[in-house]
C-alpha cells in the first residue's frame, strides 16, 4: 500500500517537468516578454537593457529553464515579474477565494445533481427522466462564461439584488458559484443517473424490499451507497478541477482567484506566475486523484480485497 | 389486424436488406430529439455555406454606420445593433461560417494527430504506448482553456492558431478514446486471423481495426465539436480569438459585454446561438451513441 503511494507520488516528477518545460517554452517563445509588455516609452535602451538583464531575460531560453528548475529544486517558485513577491505566496494568497468559490460552487452542484439524478433513474422512461436529461444537456451546452453574463444582467442589473464581480461582500460568491456549479452539475447528474440505474436493477435491491425496507431506506441505504464510488469521483476531479481554477468563470466575475491570476500573467508574459501556478495546480489535481484512489479502498471493500485501483474517471476541464 | 402483420413483414423485409449504416440510420431516425438535433445543426451547416449569398462581408458584416448605433431589437433589425450600427442578425448569421469552420478544422486537425497516435499506441502497446501515453497525461494535465490560451500567446492572434489551439488541446482526449477503442478490437479473432494469414500490419490497423473502432470515435467527434466551439468562443471572448471585425460567436459576445450595461440583447443573443448548436451537437452525438451501441439494440 504504501509503496503504491511511493510510487504514484514519484509519477508526479516527470508531469510536473513536463508541465514546467512545456509552459515555460510557451511563455517564453511568445512573441514579446515581460519587459514589451511593460510602458517603455520614457525609458532609454540601456534602462531597458538593465530590467532584462535584472530579470535574466537576455540569457537563451534553455539557461533561463534551467536556472528555473534548479530553483524549483529547492522548492522556490521564483518571484513574479510585475509584483516582485514569490509566487507561492501569491498563490497562497489567491488559492483561499478560490477554495471558497469551488466550496460554493460544489455546494450548488450537489444539492441540484444528486437528487435530481437520483430522482431521474427512479423515475427511468418516464416524462421526468426525459426532462432531467434534457436538463443534463443543456448544462453542457451552455458556455459557462455566457451564463455568467446573463446572470449579472438578471440579477446585477434588472433585479439588483447581487453584486455583479469582485469578492467585497458575501453576496458576491452568489452568481459565481451558480455560474460555477450548474456547469458541473450536468456530469454529475448523468453519472449519478447511469449508475443509480445500474444500481436499481440489482438483487439485492428486490431483497431489501421484499424483506419490506421502505422504498426511501431501500433508495438511500442501499442503492445510493453503492452508486457512491463514481459519484465521489466525479464529484473530487470536479473539485480539484475547479480549485485548480475556474478561469473563465472568475475572468467574468473580477474573483480574485487563482485562475484569473493565471490568466493575468499570461497577458503579462509574468512567467514565473503562469509557470508556478500551474505546476502547483498540477499537483493539487495529482494529489486529489491519489486521494480519489486512496478513498476508493477506504468505501469499496471489492477494491481492498483485489488492489487492484480503479482509474479515476473522465477528467473535466473547466 | 391484417395492418399490423403488413407492417411486421415490411419491418422484417427492411431489416434484411439494411447494411450497417442503413441500420444505424434507421435507428437514429426512431429517435425524435436527435433528428432535431440533426436538423439544426444542418440548418446551420446551410447557414454557413451560403452566408456570402445571403450577406455581403464588407458592407453588412464589416462596414459600419454609426447612424444606427446600438437600436434595440425591433422589425428591421430582429437582434438589434451594435456600437458600430451594425445588424447583429447579419454578424451572428455570417458568423456561424467562422464557428463552425473554426470548430470542424480544429477537430480535423486533432483527428489527423490523436486518432493515428491513439491506435498505434493501442495496436503497437508496449513501450511506445507507455511514453506517449505518459506524454499525453502531461498534456492532459494543463485544463484546455489555458492550453488555448498558452498557445495562441505563444503563436500569435489570428484564426489558423486559434485552430491549432482548440485541435491541440483535444488530441490527448481523442488518442486515449481511439486507444481504447483499438484495444477493444485488438485481440478479436478476426483480428487474430488477418495476422495468421499474413496480411501486413498497417492494413491490418487500417482495414480491419479502425473501421470497427469508428463508431466509438465517429461519437467522439461530434462530441469534440460541439466542445470546440465553445473553446473557440471562450478564447475569443478572452480576447484571443479571430481579429475584428470578423463576427465570430464569442468575439461578438466578448464585443457584447462593453456594452452590458445598456444593450444586454448585444450578449444576450450571440450566447444563445452558441447554446442552440451546441445542444443539438451534443443530442444528436448522444444519439448516435445510443444507435451504434448494440446493446441498446432491442
Known amino acids: ?318 | 389486424m391484417f395492418k399490423k402483420k403488413e407492417k411486421r413483414q415490411s419491418i422484417a423485409s427492411q431489416y434484411a436488406k439494411r447494411t450497417k449504416l442503413g441500420e444505424i440510420w434507421y435507428r437514429l431516425k426512431k429517435n425524435k430529439g436527435a433528428m432535431v438535433g440533426l436538423a439544426i445543426v444542418a440548418l446551420f451547416v446551410l447557414i454557413a455555406i451560403f452566408a456570402d449569398v445571403m450577406f455581403d462581408y464588407d458592407t453588412q458584416i464589416a462596414g459600419y454606420n454609426l447612424r444606427n448605433k446600438l437600436i434595440k431589437p425591433c422589425l428591421e433589425h430582429p437582434f438589434g445593433t451594435d456600437e458600430m450600427g451594425r445588424d447583429l442578425f447579419a454578424r451572428l448569421l455570417y458568423g456561424t461560417r467562422f464557428s463552425m469552420a473554426i470548430a470542424f478544422s480544429s477537430v480535423l486537425f486533432s483527428v489527423c494527430v490523436g486518432l493515428p497516435l491513439g491506435a498505434m499506441c493501442g495496436y503497437l502497446g508496449g513501450k511506445f504506448d507507455l511514453i506517449a501515453m505518459r506524454l499525453l497525461d502531461i498534456l492532459r494535465s494543463i485544463p484546455g482553456i489555458l492550453m488555448g490560451i498558452v498557445i495562441v500567446s505563444w503563436l500569435g492572434q489570428s484564426t489558423v492558431n486559434l485552430v491549432i489551439a482548440i485541435g491541440f488541446s483535444m488530441i490527448a482526449p481523442l488518442a486515449s478514446t481511439t486507444r481504447a477503442a483499438v484495444l477493444t478490437v485488438r485481440n478479436t479473432e478476426y483480428v487474430e486471423s488477418a495476422r495468421s494469414i499474413g496480411i501486413s500490419e498497417w492494413r491490418i490497423v487500417m482495414v480491419h481495426i479502425i473501421p470497427n473502432c469508428l463508431s466509438t470515435i465517429l461519437v467522439q467527434i461530434t462530441l469534440r465539436v460541439a466542445n470546440a466551439i465553445i473553446a473557440a468562443s471562450s478564447l475569443s471572448f478572452l480576447g484571443l480569438g479571430v481579429p475584428i471585425p470578423s463576427p465570430e460567436w464569442g468575439a461578438l459576445l466578448s464585443a457584447g459585454r462593453a456594452h452590458i450595461r445598456n444593450a444586454s440583447y448585444l450578449t444576450i443573443f450571440p450566447g444563445m446561438a452558441i447554446m442552440v448548436l451546441v445542444l443539438s451537437l451534443n443530442v444528436l452525438g448522444d444519439g448516435l451513441r445510443d444507435a451504434m451501441d448494440p446493446k441498446m439494440y432491442k
Open chain 1, 1 to 318: 500500500m504504501l509503496q503504491y503511494i511511493w510510487k504514484r507520488l514519484l509519477l508526479l516528477i516527470p508531469v510536473v517537468l513536463g508541465v514546467s518545460l512545456f509552459i515555460f517554452l510557451a511563455v517564453n517563445a511568445a512573441s514579446g516578454d515581460y519587459v514589451d509588455s511593460l510602458n517603455t516609452d520614457d525609458m532609454t535602451k540601456e534602462e531597458i537593457i538593465a530590467i532584462r538583464a535584472h530579470y535574466g531575460l537576455d540569457k537563451p531560453l534553455l539557461v533561463r529553464y534551467g536556472h528555473y528548475m534548479l530553483d524549483l529544486l529547492h522548492g522556490n517558485l521564483g518571484k513574479s515579474y510585475s509584483t516582485g513577491l514569490p509566487v507561492f505566496e501569491m498563490f497562497m494568497s489567491k488559492i483561499g477565494n478560490t477554495l471558497y468559490l469551488t466550496i460554493g460552487a460544489s455546494l450548488v452542484c450537489w444539492i441540484l445533481a444528486i437528487p435530481l439524478g437520483i430522482f431521474a433513474a427512479q423515475h427511468q422512461g418516464t416524462i421526468f427522466d426525459n426532462a432531467a436529461s434534457v436538463l443534463g444537456v443543456l448544462g453542457l451546452s451552455i458556455p459557462n462564461f455566457w451564463l455568467g453574463l446573463v446572470l449579472i444582467i438578471v440579477f446585477a442589473q434588472y433585479l439588483r439584488i447581487l453584486p455583479s464581480g469582485g469578492a467585497e461582500t458575501a453576496a458576491s460568491v452568489i452568481l459565481p458559484a451558480i455560474t460555477l456549479g450548474t456547469g458541473q452539475m450536468a456530469v454529475l447528474m448523468r453519472t449519478t443517473r447511469s449508475t443509480m440505474v445500474d444500481c436499481l436493477s440489482q438483487d439485492y435491491l428486490r431483497t431489501a424490499r421484499a424483506k419490506g425496507v421502505a422504498e426511501k431506506r431501500v433508495i438511500n441505504l442501499h442503492a445510493l451507497r453503492n452508486a457512491l464510488i463514481p459519484i465521489i469521483n466525479i464529484t473530487l476531479t470536479q473539485f480539484a478541477a475547479s480549485l485548480a481554477g475556474a478561469a473563465l468563470t472568475e475572468t467574468v466575475f473580477s474573483w480574485p482567484g487563482v485562475g484569473k491570476m493565471i490568466i493575468d500573467g499570461i497577458n503579462q508574459r509574468d512567467t514565473p506566475v503562469v509557470c508556478g501556478s500551474l505546476i502547483l495546480k498540477c499537483i493539487i489535481i495529482s494529489l486529489t486523484m491519489l486521494l480519489i484512489d486512496l478513498l476508493f479502498v477506504a468505501v469499496d471493500p471489492r477494491v481492498r480485497t483485489s488492489f487492484v485501483t480503479v482509474k479515476g474517471g473522465k477528467k473535466e476541464n473547466v
